[in-house]
């Protein structure tokens, strides 16, 4: 089901008042079976698939934590339940990637390659369920999550509706304690869930999926375009993913504060990063935290790579373009992002005597704006490879950045069908999504208008309204997060 259809306007109330209606003691079925309604409603069979990983994690876990206690095996069980959850993600998302590859790889050299493509669509949200499961038994054997005697309250941290398809992952010590918890109906919370809700649809419908359109059109079909084109479709890709995954989040954390529940944040304004090293801390940051967790962190403390982080920064960075797809257009991605964290690192301390030497302080503003202006084309130059549909056009489209910059408004195939008045309105749109941002940044955790007269509120309310009614695409456009 998707936060921005017509079934989901019907769904969302119903489950809200029956979960407060609901006695205490049986809300957790009940958010279990709308979580499954929820799941179902896309392709109905994979709910098994789904079923699958819940009963692996689910008895690994009481495994781990027995023979943790005995100080013996704990290790081996941990093994079985990565190996076994991430035997299942393998299959259904890269079992055709590695067999393609190694395919034509025993082609060039001859032989015969005697395995040969699975025909199946790919379970919505694999890699989130994936990695959310993968924190649970991790954190049972670090001690810090005990093992979960009650089946239907870990299949519901697995299953939660509101974050089961594209996250925030959440981890197991942080959701499951609140599954248990009493949660009463609250006007203040629920009004603020809405607001949050609204602001979210707004990102997806008026700005992301208005933006679709035109990024489509470039990145589809490369061999028509030039330079300035890219250009323009690099920079509205970079705002269509960052309104269509936060605009998720925020419908997926409203969704679950309207009936208590407290989502970790996975987005903080990073359009006003500094730095490709500090806009991974404010951009998916569940995912991050978690490969920083699970992956960097423990790389960082093998002998080796103690004192050669810049290593572990790469592979940190490769299991990220792993994660994301099994294609090579999302490894280079993200081994690209891994040279710009490197490079940032390394770079650092020359970078702040340059700004010595010509008498700039770091905190001057123009400094900060460079540094902002950097950081976002740095990112959008990352969607060249990211929002290409193979590394072929990858490096097309590359190489036909210096192209056409003679006659940069001559690009009748990316202006047709997008008039004047449809410019002026996206940069408007554009411009609006930042200034809020900036807003709320500098109000915190409170909302922007909270303390603002009444008439200011309401006209915010109101405009946000009409702008979804007006200008609001309803398609049924899946989020992009969605195929992960």
Known sequence: MLFNSFSFLIFFPIVTASYFICPHRFRWALLLMASCVFYMWFVPQYIFILLLLIVIDYAMGLLIEQARLKNRYARRYL??????????????????????????????????????????????????????????????????????????????????????????????????????????????????????????????????????????????????????AFVIAAVLFAFQIYCDFSGYCDMAIGSAKAMGFRLTNNFRFPFFSRSIAEYWTRWNITFFSWVKDYVY???????????????????????????????????????????????????????????????LDRNNIFVQLWQVLTCFFLFSFFSFFYRARSLDESFDIISRLPQGWGHAWDQGRIFSGFDQRWWLLTVELIAFLLIMDLLQENAGDEFVFAKSPAWVRWTYYYGLVLAMVFWGCYGQNRFLYFQF
């Open 79 to 228: 093994i079985m339940s990565i190996a076994a959850t991430c035997v299942v993600w393998f299959i259904f998302k890269y079992f055709n990637f590695f067999s393609s590859n190694i395919w034509a790889l025993a082609g060039f050299f001859g032989v015969q390659y005697p395995l040969k493509l699975i025909r199946f669509l790919l379970p919505i949200g694999l890699s989130f369920h994936t990695l959310q499961s993968l924190s649970y038994v991790i954190e049972v054997y670090r001690g810090r999550q005990k093992a979960e005697r009650h089946f239907g309250i870990y299949a519901l941290y697995v299953m939660f509706y509101p974050q089961l398809v594209a996250g925030p992952i959440e981890r197991p010590y942080h959701l499951i304690p609140q599954l248990r918890q009493k949660h009463e109906v609250d006007y203040q919370r629920i009004t603020d869930a809405l607001k949050l809700m609204a602001w979210g649809m707004f990102k997806k419908v008026v700005i992301a999926d208005r933006l679709k359109d035109l990024v489509d059109r470039v990145f589809d079909n490369p061999h028509e375009f030039q330079g300035p």
């Open 297 to 359: 962190v423990p790389l960082c403390q093998n002998q080796f790579l103690r004192d050669k982080r810049w290593i572990a920064v790469f592979l940190a960075f490769l299991f990220s373009g792993f994660w994301h797809g099994a294609d090579w257009t999302y490894i280079l991605a993200f081994l690209l992002l891994g040279i710009y964290v490197v490079c940032s690192r390394g770079t650092c301390e020359i970078r702040q005597k340059i700004y010595q030497m010509i008498g």
